[in-house]
């Protein structure tokens, strides 16, 4: 069971927005730590997608954001496009295990 | 370009033993901390151990502590992890990341990631 939680699947249709959420507690996402976002394509190594909760790396499209609150984090992505489809995973860092901790993973299917 | 290429993985029988290395190319290697972070199959990330860009200061998960230890060699670029007491449970793609800057820090993500070598663990 992975410390933040996430929806094992989301799915929307080209076109759409859908959202993939990441739940944490105050000793991660609570305690004021930073949110990163990782997309994995199916037999390739995971990609950044997002960093320190809200900021896009050069080259990633404008249609995938991440927003914070709480304990909370969630990632956004509008216009989806069959290229999206994919396993996406959320990160902080936990201080009560003193380590660096993921979401156990989103694969979001394009209708 | 940013490069990452594990290499050493294989088939190993549980109490073996197996020394993971990253050949980097396309950054100072030795302005970086480093991490590596194991996906079993099928599953999840798992973030595994991290080093500082001198070496000095490593980091470990629980699961894992005690019985490898991550390094490097700065005159190679090269990142290691020497696997010992290897259980059935450590089967994964184990792949190496780069940390944003030289010390680790809480804040920390990896990027870019390596393409990841496979450990079997299996009698």
């Known amino acids: 069971q992975s410390v933040l939680t996430q929806p094992p699947s989301v799915s929307g249709a080209p076109g759409q927005r859908v959202t993939i959420s990441c739940t944490g507690s105050?000793?991660?996402?609570?305690?004021?730590?930073?949110v990163h976002w990782y997309q994995q394509l199916p037999g390739t190594a995971p990609k950044l997608l997002i960093s320190?909760?809200?900021n896009r790396p050069s080259g990633v499209p404008d249609r995938f954001s991440g927003s914070k609150s709480g304990t909370s984090a969630s990632l956004a992505i509008t216009g989806l496009q069959a290229e999206d489809e994919a396993d996406y995973y959320c990160?902080?860092?936990?201080?009560?295990?003193?380590?660096?901790?993921f979401g156990g993973g989103t694969k979001l299917t394009v209708l | 370009e940013v490069q990452l290429l594990e290499s050493g993985g294989g088939l190993v029988q549980p109490g073996d033993s197996l020394r993971l290395s990253c050949a980097a190319s396309g950054f100072t290697f030795s302005s970086y901390a480093m991490s590596w972070v194991r996906q079993a199959p099928g599953k999840g990330l798992e973030w595994v151990s991290s080093?500082?860009?001198?070496?000095?200061?490593?980091y470990y998960a629980d699961s894992v502590k005690g019985r490898f230890t991550i390094s490097r060699d700065n005159s190679k670029n090269t990142l290691y992890l020497q696997t010992t007491s290897l259980r059935a449970e450590d089967t994964a793609v184990y792949y190496c990341a780069k940390n944003p800057q030289n010390i680790v820090l809480v804040t920390d993500w990896f990027d870019p990631w390596g393409q990841g070598t496979l450990v079997t663990v299996s009698s």
């Open positions: 320190v909760n809200t």
């Open positions: 990160q902080s860092y936990d201080g009560s295990l003193s380590g660096w901790v």
């Open positions: 105050r000793s991660n996402i609570g305690a004021g730590n930073d």
């Open positions: 080093i500082s860009a001198t070496g000095n200061t490593p």
